[in-house]
């Protein structure tokens, strides 16, 4: 999905004085999880940003921004996803596909990473589940794993006159207070 450099995106919200030290997805107990993920919300429509807080940034793009590749993820990938997670939340994953073996072979890993690459899904939906069952909603894990494998972000929505952009890395965007 082509992405002008130019593109304006707007976030409305708190005041955010680090954008590294953000939340990256809502609070568990008090609201349902990001529909896309977790990440920083940004969309093209102004006033849509300026509904959720009193705080309005304007961000665009910086030249090599990685979004997720519309092409099919490989198997490959999702075991270098696998990796960047932490021993306990693999031990958790494994145990899930009834692996009782710990550590598990490389075959048996990839067995189990192998019914998320089966899937007729796009690639957001299958890493969006990997975060479930994988890194366990843990956001900081899953987006530090996301940009480990080079991914700033993803565009969700086909209407070009308003679009999202959830962001896993805030350095990979020029963010300004607007």
């Known amino acids: 999905m082509a992405v002008r450099p130019d593109t304006l995106w707007f976030h409305g919200g708190p005041a955010i004085e ?12 008090t609201a349902d999880p990001n529909a896309e993920g977790p990440g920083m919300y940004f969309t093209t429509d102004k006033d849509e940003a300026r509904g959720y807080g009193r705080h309005l940034y304007v961000a665009t793009m910086m030249r090599g921004f990685r979004l997720i590749p ?6 490959i990938v999702l075991r270098k996803l696998y990796e960047l997670a932490s021993p306990d939340d693999r031990q958790v994953f494994l145990s899930n596909w009834n ?13 189990a990473l ?3 690459d089966k899937q007729r899904q796009s690639n957001l939906e299958t890493f969006v589940e990997l975060y479930h069952d994988l890194f366990r909603y843990d956001d900081r894990a899953f987006v530090r794993a996301m940009v480990a494998l080079g991914y700033d972000g993803h565009i969700v929505g086909r209407d070009p006159r308003r679009r999202h952009l959830v962001l896993y890395n805030p ?8």
Do not use: E, F, S
């Open 18 to 29: 680090d954008w590294g030290a953000i939340r990256w997805d809502r609070q568990r107990g």
């Open 99 to 111: 692996v009782q073996q710990w550590p598990a072979t490389p075959r048996q890993v990839d067995l």
């Open 114 to 116: 192998a019914h998320y």
């Open 70 to 75: 519309r092409r099919k993820v490989t198997p």
């Open 171 to 178: 350095d990979a965007m020029i963010i300004t207070k607007a």
